[in-house]
């Protein structure tokens, strides 16, 4: 269980694939969706921001209502750092797309910081693995945002000819004083969690009471 600091919790998770984001399923489903319970016992967290079911990696927990906010909401552009596996191999005119802004429905994505890897990430595989097509080359990208609308880094690629297959949060930056700080990934397995470290907790000093 974790301690508590002043009455907060301030926890990291590394969400499995096919996790919930949320720790009841609300759904009708007779058969038991894993979510955010089966892996943590402390109570009364919510996540900064949300990962959909079939996304993998960092969440941020909190029951510090306001600083949730300052975190999450799109009007303080806190940037969020993704590993995206799309399908086949983009080419320059697309990735300037994605770092420009894509027109999905009817609003345009803020630019984006987008990298072409030239080999893969260094991460364990997913359970289940995703389906590959043995005529159809992949290829990463890391992708730097700075907003969450829902399903976005999926409908970004997707608008420029490159579906998602994979997609995994590495980093969720804190904007201070045109400084960035990241939170990451660093030493949790996937369905692991920690608390933050005190040298963690100094980046959101004078925002809230810690």
């Not at 990291?12 to 969706?33: A, G, M, W």
């Not at 697309?94 to 770092?99: S, V």
């Amino acid at each position: 269980m974790a301690k508590k600091n002043i009455g907060y919790y301030y926890l990291l998770f590394n969400k499995p694939y096919n996790v919930l984001c949320q720790f009841t399923d609300n759904s009708n489903i007779e058969n038991h969706r894993p979510t955010l319970k089966d892996y943590i016992k402390v109570p009364d967290v919510y996540s900064v921001g949300r990962l959909d079911r079939d996304s993998e990696g960092l969440l941020f927990l909190t029951n510090n209502g306001p600083l949730k906010h300052r975190l999450s909401h799109r009007q303080f552009a806190h940037p969020r750092t993704y590993l995206v596996q799309v399908e086949r191999i983009p080419d320059k005119m697309a990735l300037n797309q994605l770092r420009q802004g894509v027109t999905i429905k009817d609003y345009k994505t803020r630019p984006a910081k987008v990298k072409l890897l030239d080999s893969p990430p260094l991460i364990p595989p997913r359970d289940p693995p995703i389906r590959y097509r043995k005529t159809v080359p992949t290829a990463w990208l890391e992708m730097t945002l700075t907003e969450g609308r829902n399903r976005q880094v999926r409908r970004m690629t997707a608008a420029v000819g490159y579906p998602t297959l994979r997609l995994i949060r590495i980093a969720i930056g804190v904007q201070k004083e045109g400084k960035t700080t990241n939170l990451t990934l660093k030493g949790l397995e996937p369905g692991k969690w920690r608390e933050l470290t005190p040298s963690e907790l100094i980046i959101f000093k004078d925002w809230t009471n810690i």
